[in-house]
């Protein structure tokens, strides 16, 4: 797609993102309704928008793009994590307490919120084959995730995640692109308009969630520009570096960039509450990836125009 397409869909984002601030700021959200609107999205808006996506006829070219989607993903979060502990360890690090949240936050991108709406605007099967990204990245999350925060692994958290209703309606989805069953019209049609929340609600979530940083004080934080320009900008780089020399087709391609690029992903946050950590860091840092990614994301991709 046109690179000006995308850069106005990253406007359009980020306009939907400074509402949400600005909602929150003057309190018409509070923590209240913003934890009510994120259940909304993540248990209904969300999985409506990926079963709809899955309500197209079947070919087997998109059936073998989704099975390459599920390798390279799975082979994207593998060099993720060897490149985060081979930057961020105690031989890099003076304080021994940032290792867990940089290892973490330079690997896990908010590829559902952010990613989802950007892969929507690219074609009708964005959303398809970005199930899979998100469904991958959710295990990897509760998985190694949680291990580098814990240092164990929670078999209920792991259980929970399987049994998300994203995770559950990607297979039933693949289940009815595979057998070519197909909803009755006025299902299909209620999943569209329910899906369509997605882009304004999660980016209004994302942006009210923001109002917890201080945004003077997240430009002059050391650490989190090195794990911004990590996160978006070298990974991501090294992403593109690799599924060009593969051959990966243009489409699936900037797919996978576009997810893979995506700012800090706002489990880091939540994990370190979960764990009793400090989350000044993770807040920082989700905030100054998540403006700069307005930015990085078009940079990389006009290298992938040039490239491609």
């Not at 994120?38 to 079947?58: D, E, H, N, R, S």
């Not at 991501?236 to 593969?246: H, Q, R, W």
Request: charged fraction near 5%; proline fraction near 4%; aromatic fraction near 8%.
């Amino acid at each position: 797609m046109p690179i000006s397409v995308m850069i106005n869909q990253i406007l359009v984002l980020f306009i939907l993102m400074a509402l949400g601030y600005g909602l929150a700021k003057y309190k018409v959200i509070d923590a209240h309704l913003s934890h009510k609107l994120t259940w909304l999205l993540c248990y209904v808006v969300m999985p409506c928008l990926i079963l709809k996506a899955f309500q197209i006829p079947f070919s087997t070219e998109m059936l073998h793009n989704f099975g390459v989607m599920s390798v390279v993903t799975i082979a994207i979060h593998v060099v993720y994590i060897v490149l985060s502990k081979l930057l961020f360890n105690k031989h890099t690090l003076k304080d021994e307490s940032l290792i867990a949240p940089m290892q973490f936050t330079s690997v896990y991108s908010n590829c559902g919120f952010m990613g989802i709406p950007l892969v929507a605007a690219i074609n009708h099967s964005g959303v398809f084959y970005g199930s899979v990204y998100i469904a991958i990245n959710g295990l990897f999350v509760w998985t190694h995730g949680l291990l580098t925060y814990t240092g164990k692994i929670d078999r209920k958290a792991l259980l929970k995640v399987l049994l998300n209703p994203n995770t559950i309606v990607a297979v039933i989805g693949i289940i009815f692109f595979i057998g070519s069953v197909k909803l009755p019209v006025p299902i299909v049609s209620a999943l569209g308009y329910i899906g369509s929340m997605n882009t304004a609600l999660s980016m209004i979530v994302v942006g009210a969630a923001m109002t917890q940083v201080d945004l003077k004080k997240i430009f002059v934080n050391g650490m989190a520009w090195v794990i911004t320009l990590v996160r978006n900008l070298l990974f991501p780089s090294i992403v593109l570096i690799g599924l060009t020399m593969a051959g990966i087709n243009s489409q699936l391609l900037v797919i996978l960039l576009v997810l893979s690029a995506c700012p800090v992903a706002g489990m880091a946050v939540i994990f370190a509450q979960l764990t009793g950590r400090n989350t000044v860091f993770p807040c920082i840092s989700l905030a100054l990836s998540t403006i700069m990614s307005m930015v990085s994301i078009p940079v990389l991709l006009a290298l992938a125009a040039m490239i491609n």
